[in-house]
């Protein structure tokens, strides 16, 4: 069995470092020291410096142990959202939580703990494994900044697991590719009590265009959203600017590509509704578009080598895997657009995000002891 008390302490530790996106440095230092204890040659990349966050990525390199076979990376990533600065772990019954009022940061320091103890367990118990490359990545919670630009010439493997998604007995297969939309509406002010007719409004432009859009769930495979909206200078004034923002994600690159044409084609439609003259002269409402890939999509075949490794792993452990499709993205995309095979493991970990966030001990000891099944079969 998995050794509890290493897994809590290690997980108290780890759990007391804020590390929000971009001020990793103190995390990085310690995960340096305790993957270097644990027989691990760490190598730190620049992606730090490109992004402008306080670390770079860790990429550490385990040799084989008695097993020669194809290396195996297992990813996790090692900031966490806001609230993050005071955050204490704090253990009751079993559950890890945090004191408040911050998020625990189980997302993802959860996974970093089973790889940890996984690791632990190989060694003690003298089992067999192959070369492993152990990748910890900076600013996932930003946009996958790390994965985005990890140096991917420091790594041999072709197949992996990124820990990295809520739930137990848990396999991502496929998710979605995703991308970022910025709309940029200019009228025409003017005053909204003596001359309204002589404005455009930006917003009401915006309103008309996010009324005809298809939003929330299109089908089974993709979904839109508009999710912020600012502008206007003034209640007596008609808007003349406004920005909104919004996203499609979906499992199809095709109708990812099809619902943002519908999205930029309704602010056409409004800009042409909104259009009036003035003084003689036709003026419509000016729109700016931005369209900004965000992640590729992921899919791992059902049939492939490394879905029947993970399977295999979990009913060796008495605990069958469900594998199925997610609709987020992390940076297993990033891995397998770089032609690593990728998928996701669920740590445990619950109502991430949020300052609810919460672990089970006894979930980390069953996904450490998956991955020692793993590692002994890869």
Known sequence: MANRQRIIDEFTRLASIASPSFH?????????????????????????????????????????EGRDSEPLMLSVHMDMVEPAAGVKPVLNNGVFTSAGPTV??????????????????????????????????????????????????????????????????????????????????????????????????????????????????????????????????????????????????????????SQGEHMIACFGQAAGEMSREIDGVMVRPEIRCEVISDYPVMHVPLESDMVALVRAAGEAIGHPLTVRAAGGGSDANIFNSHGIETLIVGTGMTHVHTEQESVRVTDMERVAEFLVEVMKRA
Do not use: W
Not at 36 to 61: K, M, P, W, Y
Not at 126 to 137: A, K, Q, S
Not at 220 to 245: C, F, H, K, S, Y
């Open 24 to 64: 990793e440095g103190e995390i990085a230092r310690y995960l340096t020291r305790r993957f270097q204890e644990l027989g691990g040659e760490v190598f730190t990349d620049d992606a730090g410096t490109r992004i402008g966050a306080e670390s770079g990525n860790l990429i550490v390199t385990f040799p084989a």
């Open 104 to 257: 625990l940061g189980a997302d993802d320091k959860a996974g970093i703990v089973e790889i940890m103890e996984a690791i632990e367990l190989l060694r003690e118990r003298g089992i067999p494994r192959g070369p492993l490359e152990v990748v910890v990545t900076v600013c996932e919670e930003a946009g996958l900044l790390g994965a985005k630009n990890l140096d991917y010439s420091r790594l041999r493997s072709r197949r992996g697991l990124a820990l990295d998604t809520t739930g137990i007995d848990l396999a991502i297969h496929r998710a979605p590719c995703a991308d970022k939309l910025r709309f940029e509406i200019t009228g025409r002010d003017s005053h909204a009590g003596i001359a309204p007719e002589r404005g455009v409004s930006a917003i009401e432009t915006a309103a008309r265009a996010v009324t005809a859009m298809r939003l929330g769930r299109i089908d089974d495979e993709t979904t839109a959203n508009i999710g912020t909206i600012r502008g206007g200078q003034a209640i007596n004034i008609v808007p003349r600017n406004v920005v909104l923002e919004g996203e499609v994600r979906s499992h199809d690159p095709a109708k990812l590509k």
